[in-house]
């Protein structure tokens, strides 16, 4: 038997090498194997044995960034490990334009300040980027064969209206750009705002008018000028220049002889402590004098302090009180009550009056039913007394509610609170007011869970209507001065008459209203008042006596 040895020492020579590759966005995979490498890079290899393998082994960092160059390595190696490399060129350039379309112009009765919440975006003059999830929202579309980014700014142009020139531009990651512009109009009027102005006092020289507001808007005032001649408050009209878009503003100025130097509430002090200067300008601006100059606390009580203004302010004198303690009480809203076990608030270490201090105990205890006391012991130097209060954990909180009702027949009524008065919320059965029947009806409400409170029930009364009852009234004589038509009727009923009075100058009927005030559940009522013309009695010329005799309602006494 004779052995045969075969022995290739030949490498592989690439006959024919792939085509270098061109793609406008992405990295090509590499070839897998020797099949893709014939199949999809059209590359031809000899080797004597013709059995050969293809493997990648890396690609370079690329170099440049449009285009982008890229070499890949390949290792073709035969069945002993004869091998030759083979480098690709792979070149990225995107050279197609990504494009781009804009939302709608738009007009908006607004200022700038409004127009992110109108449009989605912000006023900004610096390039920003969109996200693609918003593109739909905002109106966007943008197309692009490889990867892009959206980005807008604005410029501001104009006065009255302000228009918004919004530029949207597309970008690929070669520099290709497309952009598009939308116009946005803002049509809202300022009103412009002033420095408060005065007030002056009588015959003083005055302030100009400012010719600028704080806006910035110009305009023209009349009156031109402040006139401090005639005490009392007088307006004047400012107008913007045109194309401020602003509107037309009035403001009051007093003229005055007294002004009253203002001051906020000084005090108390406590004994003997060291009390703060006295202010020598008032709070609305008077400069003046204290009598005394100082405060003094060396005696507990109220002592008076006048400030007198300095000469030509036209301000008087004001006396104010300061209180001397040696005993400041702290102050605490009612605190409670809690429902048993529940989580209660931290105690306030600052009372209503502004006195620190800490509590003993130290936390509301929720674990027992009961009231308990808890004691604020102030801070040291505020010369505060201790003071107790008393906390309630109850299990049972009762609603609590105003009287409601009584309403009248068939009024609307108003609805009924879904919070009580000690605020326990809930719902009520029935849920309103019925007023179609007289009578009292029960109304039940219901404490919603988690508030330890009990359900409670009130009667509300639904009241008939009322007919006013009233005397009779006249009838009155033509031209006699009638009597006064009565304000309450003779069941109590208060009200109003149309007319207001009876008039007696022409004969005949005449209707009168009466109205009640309202809360009375009574209704209007109508009645005819007569006025006769006066007639002279004609009599025969004998009698045996003279009668009583009385004719077209007269009587007359012989």
């Given at each position: 038997?004779?052995?045969?040895?075969?022995?290739?020492?030949?490498?592989?020579v690439?006959?024919?090498?792939p085509?270098?590759?061109?793609?406008?966005?992405f990295?090509?995979?590499?070839?897998k194997?020797?099949?893709?490498?014939?199949?999809l890079?059209?590359?031809?290899?000899?080797?004597?044995?013709?059995?050969?393998?293809?493997?990648?082994?890396?690609?370079?960092?690329?170099?440049?960034?449009?285009?982008?160059?890229?070499?890949?390595?390949?290792?073709?190696?035969?069945?002993?490990d004869?091998?030759?490399?083979y480098?690709?060129?792979?070149?990225?350039?995107?050279?197609?334009?990504?494009?781009?379309?804009?939302?709608?112009?738009?007009?908006?009765?607004?200022?700038?300040?409004?127009?992110?919440?109108?449009t989605?975006?912000?006023?900004?003059?610096?390039?920003?980027?969109?996200?693609?999830?918003?593109?739909?929202?905002?109106?966007?579309?943008?197309?692009?064969?490889?990867?892009?980014?959206?980005?807008?700014?604005?410029?501001?142009?104009?006065?009255?209206?302000?228009?918004?020139?919004?530029?949207?531009?597309?970008?690929?990651?070669?520099?290709?750009?497309?952009?598009?512009?939308?116009?946005?109009?803002?049509l809202?009027?300022?009103?412009?705002?002033?420095?408060?102005?005065?007030?002056?006092?009588?015959?003083?020289?005055?302030?100009?008018?400012?010719?600028?507001?704080?806006?910035?808007?110009?305009?023209?005032?009349?009156?031109?000028?402040?006139?401090?001649?005639t005490k009392?408050?007088?307006?004047y009209?400012?107008?913007?220049?045109?194309?401020?878009?602003?509107?037309?503003?009035?403001i009051?100025?007093?003229?005055?002889?007294?002004?009253?130097?203002?001051?906020?509430?000084?005090?108390?002090?406590?004994l003997?402590s060291?009390?703060?200067?006295?202010?020598?300008?008032?709070?609305?601006?008077?400069?003046?004098?204290w009598n005394?100059?100082?405060i003094?606390?060396?005696?507990?009580?109220?002592?008076?302090?006048t400030?007198?203004?300095?000469?030509?302010?036209?301000?008087?004198?004001?006396?104010?009180?300061i209180?001397?303690?040696?005993?400041?009480?702290?102050?605490?809203?009612?605190?409670?009550?809690?429902?048993?076990n529940?989580?209660?608030?931290?105690?306030?270490?600052?009372?209503?009056?502004g006195?620190?201090?800490?509590?003993?105990?130290?936390?509301?205890e929720?674990?027992?039913?009961?009231?308990?006391?808890?004691?604020?012991?102030?801070?040291?130097?505020?010369?505060?007394l201790?003071?107790?209060?008393?906390?309630?954990?109850?299990?049972?909180?009762k609603?609590l509610?105003?009287?409601?009702?009584?309403?009248?027949?068939?009024?609307i009524?108003?609805?009924?609170?879904?919070?009580?008065?000690?605020?326990?919320?809930?719902?009520?059965?029935?849920?309103?007011?019925?007023?179609?029947?007289?009578g009292?009806?029960?109304?039940?409400?219901?404490?919603?869970?988690?508030?330890?409170?009990v359900?409670?029930?009130?009667?509300?009364?639904?009241?008939?209507?009322?007919?006013?009852?009233?005397?009779?009234?006249?009838?009155?004589?033509?031209?006699?001065?009638?009597?006064?038509?009565?304000?309450?009727?003779e069941?109590?009923?208060?009200?109003?008459w149309i007319?207001?009075?009876?008039?007696?100058?022409?004969?005949?009927?005449?209707?009168?209203?009466?109205?009640?005030?309202?809360?009375?559940?009574?209704n209007?009522?109508?009645?005819?008042?007569?006025?006769?013309?006066?007639?002279?009695?004609?009599?025969?010329?004998?009698?045996?006596?003279?009668?009583?005799?009385?004719?077209?309602?007269?009587t007359?006494n012989?």
């Amino acid at each position: 038997m004779e052995n045969i040895i075969i022995h290739d020492k030949l490498a592989p020579v690439i006959y024919r090498e792939p085509k270098n590759i061109v793609s406008a966005c992405f990295i090509p995979k590499p070839y897998k194997n020797r099949e893709e490498f014939e199949l999809l890079g059209g590359g031809v290899v000899l080797d004597n044995c013709n059995n050969y393998t293809v493997k990648f082994i890396s690609d370079s960092e690329p170099e440049g960034l449009c285009p982008s160059i890229i070499k890949r390595t390949y290792l073709i190696a035969d069945m002993c490990d004869n091998s030759k490399e083979y480098i690709q060129t792979i070149t990225i350039n995107d050279s197609i334009a990504p494009t781009i379309s804009c939302p709608v112009d738009e007009v908006f009765d607004a200022g700038i300040d409004k127009l992110e919440e109108l449009t989605g975006l912000a006023f900004v003059e610096t390039e920003q980027q969109i996200l693609p999830a918003n593109f739909a929202i905002l109106g966007i579309t943008s197309t692009d064969n490889c990867l892009f980014e959206v980005t807008y700014s604005d410029i501001k142009t104009g006065i009255c209206p302000v228009v918004i020139t919004r530029t949207f531009v597309v970008t690929d990651a070669c520099g290709n750009k497309d952009e598009c512009k939308q116009e946005i109009k803002l049509l809202q009027l300022t009103i412009p705002e002033f420095e408060p102005i005065g007030p002056y006092c009588l015959n003083a020289t005055p302030d100009l008018l400012p010719e600028i507001s704080k806006e910035g808007i110009k305009g023209t005032w009349n009156p031109a000028t402040i006139d401090t001649k005639t005490k009392g408050t007088k307006t004047y009209i400012f107008t913007p220049d045109a194309d401020q878009c602003a509107t037309e503003v009035l403001i009051d100025i007093e003229i005055t002889d007294e002004i009253k130097p203002l001051f906020t509430a000084i005090g108390p002090f406590c004994l003997n402590s060291a009390a703060p200067a006295l202010s020598l300008i008032s709070e609305n601006g008077i400069k003046g004098t204290w009598n005394p100059a100082g405060i003094e606390t060396g005696t507990i009580g109220t002592k008076q302090y006048t400030f007198a203004p300095d000469p030509s302010q036209c301000a008087v004198p004001v006396t104010i009180d300061i209180e001397i303690t040696d005993e400041i009480i702290p102050l605490f809203a009612n605190t409670g009550p809690f429902c048993l076990n529940s989580t209660a608030p931290a105690l306030s270490l600052v009372s209503d009056n502004g006195i620190t201090g800490s509590w003993n105990p130290a936390t509301i205890e929720t674990g027992v039913l009961g009231t308990k006391s808890y004691t604020f012991i102030p801070d040291a130097g505020q010369c505060s007394l201790p003071v107790s209060i008393e906390i309630e954990i109850t299990d049972e909180i009762k609603p609590l509610f105003a009287n409601l009702g009584p309403f009248c027949l068939n009024n609307i009524a108003p609805e009924l609170p879904s919070v009580s008065d000690n605020n326990i919320s809930g719902k009520w059965d029935p849920v309103k007011v019925a007023t179609d029947k007289v009578g009292t009806f029960t109304y039940t409400f219901t404490p919603d869970p988690g508030q330890c409170a009990v359900p409670v029930s009130i009667d509300i009364e639904i009241s008939d209507e009322i007919q006013p009852v009233l005397a009779e009234i006249g009838p009155f004589c033509l031209n006699s001065v009638p009597t006064e038509l009565p304000v309450v009727s003779e069941n109590g009923l208060t009200g109003t008459w149309i007319p207001a009075i009876v008039v007696t100058d022409k004969v005949g009927k005449d209707n009168y209203t009466f109205t009640p005030d309202p809360g009375q559940c009574a209704n209007p009522v109508t009645i005819d008042i007569e006025v006769f013309e006066i007639i002279t009695p004609a009599f025969c010329h004998t009698w045996s006596a003279l009668p009583q005799h009385r004719n077209s309602g007269i009587t007359c006494n012989f």
